[in-house]
Each structure stands twice: as structure tokens, then as C-alpha cells.
């Protein structure tokens, strides 16, 4: 479980999150929404350790995670799927794996098979360069990358980026598949709400730095003034 | 039939290019390993091999072997590329591409100052253990010796357990994917700063062992300068084959020795620096970027 309270974080004189808390449970998909400029990716960042908060606790269970160096809470068991996915295009699928699975506690080929087991694809592209994947195939290997270390947390920042409607639902439900079967605790960032809302279990809309919206998705896709004002689900 | 005294001179052109491309190649690869890890153009690259190589085959002087004082100077290697990116280059990550080059510069001259004040300019002869002596074919002498086959050998395993290093070893795994994406590498728990000095451990070390193989020629001997003209060959190296590619640095390295031998022995032996410029900027016309890389030219 993540627990955050009171988060500060500022890039000089802007200020991309203002006091948020929030709460991520084991076993739940926890979706954060918000346009562009909300502070949604400053989270996921904060939490992995890439950006240093002003104020405020980032807790996983009972360790606290700030002041941690990214590769620390790596190690920790956080696994982050980064905007525009961060796969590695010059090593080939097996080896953006192999370097995933640097911290697995299982064998390699146990999990490399585990993978290959949970996206086919990969399992056939196992030698091809990264960098030839497309859109849907490169967010599968960043899933399956960070799956092989066996994370308790998933950050995944914005995984829907330049899908189709039809592969999006597909990541969706595979997303879902995985925290369920795992009992992961899962941090979606997306600003595709309607599709995050399908999966999630709780959402948490962010804007200009602030929480606006803290409740179970079902509500927060009921809310007609924040889908209409916050999440651009205009009917 | 072709004349056998002509066939023997092309047999020992190649050969005796192939010695020195090897070690062209060795430099060229030490260039590389600075560069795609850290993005910096070491040009003291020369300097902290031969410091290495001082303090360790000046254990010579205490009567121990040749061996365990090479052992020591690749040791020695390590340590000053470890500490070097530590206390020196650290500071110069993310700083403007001229910052690196004038501070590299600067510690190649105060390198060679310190080693010319310690152990002064005079060459310092290492007893190699194998014969200079050009083996003999038919009473002619073929352009290898014991100690040219030292050096390939030495050259090529060097540049097959680097080769190996990054391809099959979950160290190289890392190293490479610090030096590709080093935000990412974070996120999956390597340990970016510790790969980046490690890089220039194993380039340094790698560097060392050049310099000694270059020292422990019977014609050269150990100098503060001795590494100058390897390194601006292993630089023109480097450069033609894509300072991102090891590959390339090896090829470009191996085929500049050859081609520098044929023109030694055809032409000139002064000609050779002229005709390593004009490889260097044909190859750079045709390829602006490196005959072997795949990645975009950049500002050095």
C-alpha cells in the first residue's frame, strides 16, 4: 500500500503539486486523471524517486520512501512504466527483460517465460530490436519488464499514449488482469479517463497541483461537474 | 606467379599494420567506452594509462618480475579511471560539451608534466619477454616476431573479453543501459553512478594494457609521450568508426594501421599523418557521424 500525505513538489517558482494525500491499496488500481499540466506525471516521479518533494511522506506499507534514490526503491519493489514507456530501443526484447529481471528473486528464464507466457508477442519478438515494436508491442514489454522483477507497486504513466481505441482496451484489461492476479498495487496515470475509469477501483483527479477528487471510480465517473470540468468527458 | 620477395614485403606490410592497428583499435576502444558511457571525449585517454603503467612497471626497480608489474600496472589502470571520474569528471556531467574537453586537455598536460618530473623523459626500456626478432621464411624475415604475436594476441583477446563483457554478462547488461538510458536504468534498479565510474575503470584499464604492450616494444620504451601518436591514431580511430560503436572503433583502427604500413613503406614514412587526416575527414564527408554508428552526429 502507498500512502501519501501533504506532497509538495515545485520545479523552481512553479509549484506542480500542492499538499496532495492519497492512498493506493494492495490489490486495487488506483486511477490519477486530470489534464495536461495537473501534476499527474510529477507524482508517479516523486514517488519512484526521480524528483525530490518540498514537504510531505510518501509511505510504502510502514517504509518511508522520501529521500530514497530511484534505484533504492527499485529495489524496494516499485516498478515504474514511464511516459513514452522507457523501453530501451538498441537492446532487443529479451534484453530490455534480462535488465527488468536484474532484481527478480526468481530465476531468468523462469520469468522470461512468465512473460512470454502473459504477452505471446514478445515471446516471438524475443530477438528483435526494441526500437521495431510498435506503439502496443513496445507498452507490453515496459509491462512485462517491470512484472519480471515482481513489483508489490506498479506506477504506469500514461500507457494508453498513442494506442488505438482497440489495443487500449486490450492494455486495460490486461492492466486489470495483472494487478488482480498478482495482488498488485496498482498507480495508473492516464488522461484517457473513461478508459482508466473502466478498470479502476478508486480515482483521484488532480488539478493544477491539487486533489479535487478523491473517491471509488464508480463515483468519480458519476460525477457529472467532474467529468464535465476536470476530465473532458464532455457527452 | 607473383615475385616472392614482393610477396614477402606485402606479407610483412599487413602484419606489421595489423600490430599496430590492434593497438590503434585498443585506443579507439577505450575512447569508446568514456564516450557512450559518460558522452565525454577523453583526451587524456593517453595520459592516465601511461601514469598506470608507471607506477606499476616501476616496481621493476624492486627487482620483481615482468608479469606481476604488469598485473599491478592494470590495476593501477582501474584506480586512476575509477577516481578520475570520481573526483574529476563528476562534476562535468550535464555541463556545456567545451567544459570536458578543456579539463581532459588540462589533465593530459598535468599527467605528462608529474611523470616527466617523477621519472624524468628518458625512455625507460621494459624487458619484454618475448624476441623482437622477425621470424625467418625462407631466410627472410616475414614481419612477425614473438613479440608482435604478443601484442595481437594480447590486442584481440583484450577486445574479446570486452566484446563478451557487454554481450553476455549481466554487468555489461547494466553498463550498457546506464550509458543508453540512465533515467530508465534508475527506475529498474541499476546503479547508474557506480556503472558510469566503472566504465572508466575498464576504459582506463583497457588503456593500460595498450601502453604496456607499446612500452614493452624493444624500439619504444616507457615515456611520459609514449601513448601521443597511438592516441591521435587511436583518436582518427575512433572517430571514423563511431565514437558509439566498438565495432567500428576496432575496424577503423586495424584498417588505419595497415594502411598507414603500405604508405610508410611505399610513399613515406613522413606521409603517414598526412594521408590519417585525409582517411579521417573522407570517412567523415562520406559518414559524418562514423562509418559504423547508428546514432546521429554529434557536436564534439
Redesign the interface.
Known amino acids: 500500500m502507498i500512502t501519501i500525505d501533504g506532497l509538495s513538489v515545485s520545479f523552481g517558482a512553479v509549484q506542480a503539486l500542492r499538499g496532495v494525500s492519497m492512498s493506493a491499496e494492495t490489490g486495487k488500481i488506483t486511477a490519477v486523471l486530470g489534464a495536461n499540466g495537473a501534476g499527474k506525471t510529477t507524482l508517479l516521479r516523486t514517488i519512484s524517486g526521480l524528483k525530490e518533494p518540498a514537504t510531505g511522506s510518501i509511505r510504502m506499507d510502514d517504509r518511508s520512501l522520501i529521500h530514497e534514490r530511484p534505484e533504492n526503491i527499485a529495489r524496494m519493489g516499485v516498478g515504474h512504466v514511464p511516459e513514452g514507456r522507457g523501453v530501451i530501443g538498441e537492446f532487443t526484447v529479451e534484453e530490455n527483460l534480462r535488465l527488468g529481471a536484474m532484481m527478480a528473486k526468481v530465476p531468468l528464464q523462469a520469468g522470461l517465460d512468465e512473460q512470454y507466457e502473459q504477452f505471446p508477442v514478445l515471446g516471438e519478438r524475443r530477438k528483435q530490436h526494441a526500437a521495431k515494436l510498435s506503439g502496443g508491442e513496445r507498452q507490453m514489454l515496459a509491462m512485462a519488464r517491470a512484472m519480471i522483477a515482481k513489483p508489490s507497486v506498479l506506477l504506469l504513466d500514461e500507457p494508453s499514449l498513442g494506442l488505438a481505441p482497440l489495443v487500449t482496451a486490450q492494455l486495460m484489461h490486461t492492466i486489470h488482469d495483472l494487478c488482480g492476479s498478482n495482488n498488485l498495487t496498482v498507480i495508473l496515470v492516464e488522461q484517457n479517463a473513461s478508459s482508466a475509469l473502466r478498470i479502476a477501483d478508486h480515482a483521484v483527479v488532480l488539478h493544477l497541483g491539487r486533489v479535487v477528487a478523491n473517491d471509488v471510480a464508480a463515483n468519480v465517473a458519476a460525477n457529472e461537474d467532474l467529468r464535465q470540468y476536470y476530465l473532458g468527458m464532455v457527452e | 606467379m607473383m615475385d616472392p620477395i614482393l610477396t614477402s614485403r606485402i606479407m610483412s606490410d599487413v602484419l606489421g599494420g595489423l600490430t599496430n592497428g590492434v593497438m590503434y583499435g585498443l585506443v579507439a576502444l577505450s575512447l569508446v567506452l568514456v564516450w557512450r558511457s559518460t558522452g565525454i571525449l577523453n583526451f587524456a585517454q593517453g595520459a592516465m594509462p601511461m601514469f598506470a603503467t608507471y607506477l606499476g612497471m616501476g616496481l621493476l626497480s624492486y627487482h620483481l618480475s615482468y608479469w606481476p608489474c604488469v598485473a599491478i600496472s592494470i590495476v593501477a589502470g582501474f584506480a586512476i579511471g575509477g577516481v578520475t571520474e570520481r573526483v574529476l569528471v563528476r562534476s562535468l556531467y550535464g555541463k556545456p560539451e567545451i567544459n570536458p574537453v578543456v579539463v581532459m586537455v588540462g589533465f593530459l598536460i598535468v599527467l605528462e608534466a608529474v611523470a616527466s618530473a617523477i621519472w624524468s623523459t628518458t625512455p625507460r626500456g621494459l624487458p619484454s619477454p618475448f624476441s623482437p626478432i622477425d621470424w625467418q621464411i625462407g631466410g627472410k624475415p616475414f614481419g612477425l616476431s614473438d613479440f608482435t604475436l604478443y601484442e595481437i594476441v594480447t590486442g584481440v583477446i583484450v577486445m574479446v573479453a570486452v566484446a563478451a563483457l557487454f554481450r553476455f554478462t ?1 554487468l555489461g ?2 553498463l ?2 546506464a550509458a ?2 540512465p ?10 553512478g557506480r556503472m558510469l565510474t566503472l566504465g572508466w575503470m575498464l576504459s582506463t584499464a583497457v588503456g593500460t594494457i595498450t601502453t604496456v604492450l607499446v612500452a614493452s616494444n624493444y624500439f619504444t620504451g616507457l615515456t611520459p609521450q609514449v601513448m601521443d601518436s597511438i592516441f591521435a591514431f587511436g583518436f582518427i580511430a575512433a572517430a571514423v568508426g563511431g565514437l558509439d560503436s566498438p565495432v567500428g572503433a576496432l575496424v577503423a583502427g586495424v584498417s588505419l594501421g595497415i594502411i598507414l604500413q603500405f604508405v610508410s613503406d611505399y610513399l613515406n614514412s613522413n606521409a603517414i599523418i598526412i594521408v590519417a587526416l585525409i582517411f579521417l575527414i573522407v570517412s567523415l564527408m562520406v559518414r559524418p557521424s562514423g562509418l559504423f554508428t ?1 546514432s546521429s552526429a554529434r557536436r564534439v
Do not use: D, T, Y
Not at chain 2, 533515467?183 to 547508474?192: A, I, K, Q, T, Y
Open positions: 549481466k547488461l547494466q550498457r543501459a543508453l538510458a533515467e530508465v536504468s534508475r527506475l529498474l534498479g541499476v546503479r547508474v547508428k
